[in-house]
């Protein structure tokens, strides 16, 4: 399974971003579950959102309600939709899959940075 991840940038606080993250390779149920995490430097990486293959979400509790997790899996593509962005947003995003039996995730894809300036 390989992970393509794109859309991370430089946002002003309150500002809005989007990223992406596409599956290829052996997309079965090697990726039932796709998220997102993120790392600040010195710190561990943290989940941000995940999403089941049928639409079940997760959410860490320092995003719900301005983050949104979606999926489209007739091109095996999740999105992460951030509004309200705070400075403390600020992190590598990476996108990572698994499948439903598998408690951490198995495959990761290139971290995308994410910049919320105040």
């Known amino acids: 399974v390989q992970l393509q991840a794109s859309g991370g940038g430089l946002a002003q606080a309150g500002g809005s971003l989007r990223l992406s993250c596409a599956a290829s390779?052996?997309?079965?149920?090697?990726?039932?579950?796709m998220g997102w995490y993120r790392q600040d430097p010195g710190k561990q990486r943290e989940l941000v959102a995940n999403?089941?293959?049928?639409?079940?979400?997760n959410y860490a509790g320092s995003v719900k309600g301005r983050f949104t997790v979606f999926r489209v899996n007739a091109n095996n593509t999740i999105y992460l939709q951030m509004n309200g962005l705070k400075p403390e947003d600020t992190a590598v995003y990476y996108c990572?899959?698994?499948?439903?039996?598998?408690?951490?995730?198995?495959?990761w894809g290139q971290g995308t940075l994410v910049t919320v300036s105040s």
């Open positions: 990572a899959a698994h499948p439903l039996f598998a408690a951490t995730p198995r495959y």
């Open positions: 390779g052996r997309t079965d149920f090697s990726i039932n579950v």
């Open positions: 999403i089941t293959n049928d639409g079940s979400t």
